[in-house]
């Protein structure tokens, strides 16, 4: 088994600052993609930033220039530094992981539980 928890979530005001975390745990042979993924009220799930095994980044153009995602691989773990929020980045934050539990197994993806992320104006 797998789990993904995340941690940091919270009320903060506009233009402050969030650190969230996802550690991964479990029957873990290799971690390829990690990622943070974010659902509003009444909308999709979008993709916020994601992060190869190799360190390369991708992030949604809302959120250039103000998050920035990182991992240890050491310890399984993806952050999400998110500077000068706003109000429209209230939602729930959902960590991913693509991940393989075996040498022989084909990687799965897996989800964490989410974390609500508040921005007052």
């Known amino acids: 088994q797998v789990q993904l928890v995340e941690s940091g979530g919270g009320l903060v005001q506009a233009e402050k600052s969030l650190r969230l975390s996802c550690a991964a745990s479990g029957s873990i042979f290799s971690i390829n993609a990690m990622g943070w993924y974010r659902q509003a009220p009444g909308k999709q799930r979008e993709l916020v930033a994601a992060?190869?095994?190799?360190?390369?980044?991708n992030y949604a153009d809302s959120v250039k220039g103000r998050f920035t995602i990182s991992r240890d691989n050491a310890k399984n773990t993806v952050y999400l530094q998110m500077n000068s929020l706003k109000p429209e980045d209230t939602a729930v934050y959902y960590c991913?992981?693509?991940?393989?539990?075996?040498?022989?197994?084909?990687?799965?993806?897996?989800w964490g539980q989410g974390t609500q992320v508040t921005v007052s104006s």
């Open positions: 991913c992981a693509h991940i393989r539990t075996g040498w022989a197994e084909y990687p799965q993806y897996y």
């Open positions: 992060i190869t095994s190799g360190g390369n980044t």
